[in-house]
């Protein structure tokens, strides 16, 4: 998890405090997809050697 996704995570948990630890859950990885695909030109134009750092700052979620 990126630092930018902890901050939103923190900024969100204290704007809904009522939420559980399982919807928090369920935002920060629709945050995640989100911010992918906000981001998939960035990611797309990285040479092939460089798709590491994609795993690295965006892992696949199983």
């Known amino acids: 998890?990126?630092?930018?996704i902890r901050r939103a995570l923190c900024k969100h948990n204290k704007d809904n405090p009522s939420l559980?630890?399982?919807?928090l859950q369920e935002w920060v990885s629709q945050a995640t997809i989100s911010n992918t695909v906000k981001r998939s030109l960035e990611y797309l134009s990285l040479a092939p050697e460089r798709c590491d750092l994609c795993d690295a700052i965006h892992p696949v979620i199983q």
């Open 1 to 4: 998890m990126t630092d930018e």
């Open 20 to 23: 559980t630890q399982k919807q």
